[in-house]
């Protein structure tokens, strides 16, 4: 037996037999070229590129035809990619000024693109490489003639190891066939990631050398749970990964129960689960989690990493795709919340000595009205589609709000004098996420439509815990009496003015805080999709009215210590219980 270990890419154990698949990168070499030969080199590359894309366009509509349109957002990217201007002109001028041949100018390329990449804070972005390199490889073996090995369609139980997948790879499984998939390259929130959790196939990356065991046909163990893989598993690992396999499956099997359940209590008090989401591939995860639509649509990801901001059209194309993936469920789009720990490529506010008081969110926003504006309309104008609603984040004040719906009232007017459609009466709210906001909810409360807490934020700013710093995790205390105090206020104060009150922070995936938040009166939560079906059981279990009661319970404690200690006396995480 043999045993690696790399990241748990997407939970689940499977057992099958291992089928390695040739993602290998084809081989360059780098050699000079006379003068005569440049505008061949030229002729070659721009040939490869047209090639590629005709391939990636056919591929497409393979895709669109067998599995619909809502996955096809990778091979959109691709040929964004592919239509890069820059892609071209850098590498025709390494031809002619460096005097090589195409393949190894296009490798300078991409060396170029990595460096660049390398340089992203941002762990998401700096995976984006991916999508770079699989183009590139596709261009590059378009020029070698080497075809793209097939993906085995009828080959049953198998397990395939790759060097690397990518998106649209993975686009082509045959799910029926293949249980698991292991790669030498990747991570958790690279695309091949994602849609591994969207496809539900466990996954286990970063397993350096699986391919080189050229072992095709051989046993292998995946536990995309532990991130562990084994290779001719001896019966010991063979019994205990079976017992996990079948926890884990029928703990899955049990939620899986409830996804076309109702999110309502056993008294019958209803609560909307959504999702919280960056790009469009997880709208079908959503869905396929059992949440009624998008109660948080971070934007800021369009923004990073450019130099130049999305135009409205292309903010357009890329909100309407997130409306039609969660269609016909409502989709709460935040307008841009850049700034803290989020920086825009060339925004000079990196040298803040204290960035999440600084410049960001709303406040940046409101300091670049023609920016903001065309954000506002590439909404509006979505909006026309479906259900949309509006939601400005870090508010600590009335000004703030009236400054934004005025812009958005001028935008709308726009649009209307133009003939362009919108829903007219979109709904706006506010994010609730500053002390000083919860302090002013009541007069907040009358000028908009909804509120939603971003616990993630509240927590930072009223307990002083920079939410990064590893150092003070213990100290980032959701149960503080004083974040207690602080959502109950808000909910009171959302009720009072007859609005409906949100929560979107990470605290709404945690089913252990599912009674309370129940108890004080919020209406939606929204949370990572793999989440829902969790919480969505602990709501199922709960009655309002006992829910309510553990809520005000909670109020006779004084430290989060003994507030967790009497919620879990209180609930049970044992899927058999009720709480009622
Ligand atoms: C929050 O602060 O809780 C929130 C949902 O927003 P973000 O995590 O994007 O700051
Ligand atoms: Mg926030």
Do not use: W
């Amino acid at each position: 037996m043999q045993s690696f270990s790399g990241i748990a890419a997407s939970p689940g154990i499977a057992m099958g037999r291992l089928r390695i698949i040739d993602r290998r990168r084809t081989v360059i070499s780098e050699y000079p070229i006379p003068s005569d030969a440049v505008s061949h080199e030229i002729g070659r590359l721009t040939q490869a590129i047209e090639d590629t894309r005709i391939e990636l366009e056919s591929l497409k509509s393979r895709l669109a035809e067998s599995s619909g349109e809502d996955h096809l957002f990778f091979i959109e990217t691709h040929l964004m990619i592919l239509a890069d201007e820059r892609l071209v002109t850098e590498t025709t001028e390494t031809i002619r000024t460096g005097m090589i041949n195409a393949e190894g100018a296009l490798r300078r390329t991409l060396h170029r693109y990595r460096e660049a990449f390398a340089r992203i804070d941002d762990p998401y972005l700096r995976e984006r490489i991916s999508d770079v390199e699989t183009v590139i490889e596709r261009i590059l073996r378009s020029m070698s003639g080497e075809k793209v090995e097939p993906f085995p369609q009828h080959e049953d139980q198998i397990i395939i190891a790759a060097h690397d997948l990518s998106p649209a790879d993975m686009l082509q499984i045959n799910r029926s066939h293949v249980l698991a998939i292991i790669t030498e390259i990747g991570g958790r929130t690279s695309h091949t990631a994602i849609l591994a959790r969207a496809l539900e196939l466990p996954a286990v990356m970063g397993v350096d050398g699986i391919t080189d065991l050229l072992l095709d046909g051989v046993a292998v163990i995946v536990d995309g749970l532990s991130g562990s893989v084994f290779v001719e598993p001896d019966q010991e690992i063979f019994q205990s990964s079976l017992r996990r396999k079948q926890h884990y499956e029928y703990v899955e099997y049990e939620l899986l129960k409830t996804v076309s359940l109702p999110a309502v209590t056993r008294d019958g008090h209803v609560m909307q689960l959504r999702g919280n989401v960056e790009i469009p591939e997880e709208g079908a995860s959503v869905l396929g989690h059992g949440g009624s639509g998008v109660g948080l649509y971070r934007t800021e990801m369009l923004f990073m990493n450019r130099a130049v901001m999305p135009d409205e059209e292309e903010q357009l194309a890329i909100y309407r795709a997130m409306q039609k993936a969660i269609a016909p469920h409502p989709l709460t789009i935040r307008t841009l919340d850049a700034g803290g720990d989020k920086l825009l490529d060339g925004m000079e506010l990196a040298g803040e000595a204290n960035p999440a008081m600084g410049v960001r969110a709303i406040r940046l926003s409101l300091l670049m009205p023609d920016e903001f504006k065309k954000q506002l309309r590439a909404i509006l104008r979505v909006s026309a589609d479906g259900p949309v609603r509006i939601m400005f984040p870090m508010i600590s004040g009335l000004e703030e709000v009236r400054t934004a719906k005025a812009l958005l009232e001028e935008v709308k007017h726009e649009l209307a004098v133009s003939g362009t459609r919108f829903d007219s009466a979109v709904q706006v709210g506010v994010m609730i996420e500053i002390p000083a906001a919860v302090t002013l909810a009541d007069l907040l409360a009358r000028e908009v439509d909804f509120f939603s807490v971003g616990t993630n934020d509240l927590i930072q700013y009223t307990l002083a815990i920079d939410r990064t710093n590893e150092q003070l995790s213990h100290l980032y205390q959701p149960l503080h009496p004083a974040v207690l105090r602080s959502l109950r206020r808000i909910v009171q104060a959302a009720h009072g003015a007859g609005i409906p009150a949100c929560l979107c922070g990470e605290m709404a995936g945690d089913p252990l805080y599912l009674p309370i938040l129940l108890g004080l009166g919020f209406d939606e939560l929204s949370m990572g999709a793999g989440s829902i079906l969790r919480v969505k059981q602990m709501l199922r279990r709960c009655s309002l009215e006992r829910a309510s009661r553990i809520a005000e319970g909670c109020f006779d404690f004084s430290t989060a210590a003994e507030v967790e200690m009497y919620l879990k006396s209180q609930i049970t995480l044992d899927v058999t219980e009720s709480i009622d």
